[in-house]
């Protein structure tokens, strides 16, 4: 099992910039990969970066430049570095993982960003 926990989130006006932060319960290194998720108010939840234990990242194509996903292995943290904040990154942002075909999720962490 693994559990969780997101922090970071806030208000924040458009342009600026937030890190989130996702706390695991158990060591991340072996985990094959984090993803980050952005759930907007009324819309399903979409990936917008992960990265695999090798360190290799992806990012949807609307972060590309913008945000960063990064892990640290002794701290048992993922982090998503959010730069030049728009307002359509609104919404809640959930942590993800997989363990031995099983998906798990944190509770998320509310973003908002003003015009």
């Known amino acids: 099992q693994v559990q969780l926990v997101e922090s970071g989130g806030g208000l924040v006006q458009a342009g600026g910039s937030l890190r989130l932060s996702c706390a695991a319960s158990r060591s991340i290194a072996s985990l094959n990969e984090m993803v980050w998720y952005h759930q907007a108010p009324g819309n399903q939840r979409v990936l917008v970066a992960r990265?695999?234990?090798?360190?290799?990242?992806y990012y949807a194509d609307s972060v590309k430049g913008r945000f960063t996903i990064s892990r640290d292995n002794a701290k048992n943290t993922v982090y998503l570095q959010m730069n030049s904040l728009k307002p359509e990154d609104t919404g809640v942002y959930y942590c993800?993982?997989?363990?031995?075909?099983?998906?798990?999720w944190g509770q998320g962490t509310q973003v908002t960003v003003s015009s």
């Open positions: 990265i695999t234990s090798g360190g290799s990242t």
């Open positions: 993800n993982t997989a363990l031995l075909f099983r998906n798990y």
